[in-house]
């Protein structure tokens, strides 16, 4: 079982609070998980940037077997999410109806419960998405 330490949670905490990626000064070209090195071109003159928090979605599945640490939550929807630049995978939550999903639905970033460490009762927080410009939803759920 995989275990997130402390001080590797912190060390990668901006890409878990804001899905900062890299865009290469060479090439041009973004990608998220931001790496050293460009993948494309091989450069390492890269720039770190931060994503909007609002992005279309792409496509989506549902996962029914899932890590233990997301038992409780299951079934759990994966969405591929364009942030402009880069698209990244993350969990949707809060979803109502799967006609939420439909492709090129406005989705929004939220803070939200990751995992729990049973052991030490650390909670790990990350990004997540959900389904944008619902009625009354931008100020709920802080
Ligand atoms: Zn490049």
């Not at 979803?95 to 419960?113: P, Q």
Request: glycine share 8%; hydrophobic share 30%; charged share 25%.
């Amino acid at each position: 079982m995989e275990r997130l330490s402390i001080s590797k949670f912190w060390r990668i905490r901006k890409l878990h609070y804001t899905l900062a990626y890299s865009k290469c000064k060479k090439c041009g070209y973004a990608f998220y998980p931001p790496k050293h090195v460009c993948p494309k071109c091989g450069s390492s003159d890269l720039e770190q940037r931060t994503p909007p928090r609002e992005g279309k979605l792409i496509s989506w599945t549902k996962l029914y077997e899932v890590p233990f640490y997301f038992e409780d939550q299951k079934p759990i929807y994966i969405g591929l999410i364009n942030l402009g630049e880069v698209n990244v995978m993350a969990q949707i939550v809060d979803v109502l109806s799967e006609d939420e999903l439909r492709e090129g639905a406005e989705m929004e970033m939220v803070f939200r419960r990751v995992k729990q460490d049973g052991t030490a009762g650390l909670i790990y927080y990350g990004m997540k998405f959900r389904p944008a410009h619902r009625s009354g939803s931008s100020k709920q759920g802080q």
